[in-house]
């Protein structure tokens, strides 16, 4: 008897292989660009160390190569695009110790044996891993542009920072300028113990608890909201969800949307919780109430009810306990320590801020 081809089946299956093929294919052209960039960087500084003595020679030299590279390649070659990938090399020179070999083997070698196994062992790789590469390898997945950005970063801790998370949560060049400018770095190294800090520019932001997913404070530039507008909570709210994704990459990683305003009742009185995400990676809901102005011992007294109720009648037995964050215009601090039990590790309030902070400011609290 003849086996009917499922025709659904093969089309997936041939929609797979060239879906991997083109990813691959870009990936490998990113690569190539990196690796050239690398070694076109090396190259230049080997120059500018052979003429250290005499003045104004590294920059007549770079003057004069970004011409005749414009001239023979087109653009992507100006003065200043040269001295980022000086940059590029002098920065990663120590991280990476074989890549003059890898650059020159990969540039130079183009039999069709190494090409074909190259591609056939990438197909099979699996694309979306989420393991992090080890420091001895480029995060090849970014682009020349999230380089560019990421060695105006002057602290090697917080470059890795940000490019081990721009990689893992797969940030755009913009998402990543936003990202730095609201001093996210900063603001995760204020609400963690030293033992996590240390662990930021090796593994990222890693979530294991509650307190991991906390950020001294909030930045909500993105809502477009005047720091001394007059607006309700309800406002506040709808300009949340009419720009959920950046509310969610302000959350940081692991958290999934799942609701507003939802409602419970109790003896005829309803009650409705502002926002609900869940965290897939603490394994549990992070439900938000939204506050104009200073907290009160009110409104944590209604969280804890709202954490009390997500608990008992919403999450499942194999999930952990519900987290609650009082989003404030100006928490108290004096409030929460004798509202809240010391052992207190689910409700949390936390001030947000309609603007940018400054990195100055932000500095000067590290200190």
Known sequence: MVKVINRKKIFQSVKTLITAAQQNVVRNVNTTMLLTYFEIGKMIVEEKLQGRDRAGYADETLKNLSIDLTREFGRGYSKSNLEYMSIFYQIYQSRVTSIAQTTSGQ????????????????????????????????????????????????????????????????????????????????????????????????????????????????????????????????????????????FMLEQGNGFLFEGRQRRFTFEGDSFFVDLVLYNRLLKCFVIFDLKMGKLTHQDIGQMQMYVNYYDRKIKQPKENKTIGIILCKEENKTVIEFTLPETNKQIFAKEYKAILPTKAALAKQLK
């Open 107 to 246: 540039l130079k070698n183009t039999s069709q044996k190494r090409i074909a196994q190259t591609a056939s062992g990438q197909l099979k790789s699996n694309i979306k891993s989420e393991k992090i590469p080890s420091q001895n390898s480029f995060l090849i997945s970014l682009s020349w542009s999230h380089y560019v950005q990421l060695i105006k970063i002057k602290n090697d801790d917080e470059r890795n920072f940000y490019e081990i998370e721009s990689q893992a949560n797969n940030w755009t060049v913009r998402e990543l300028q936003r990202q730095y400018n609201a001093s996210v770095y900063e603001r995760i190294i204020l609400s963690s113990n030293k033992n996590k800090v240390k662990q930021l520019s090796k593994k990222g932001q890693i979530i294991e608890r509650a307190t991991d997913a906390l950020k001294s404070h909030y930045v909500l530039e993105f809502l477009g909201l005047k720091e001394k507008e007059t607006y309700t909570e309800s406002d506040l709210e709808t300009a949340i969800i009419n720009k959920l994704e950046h």
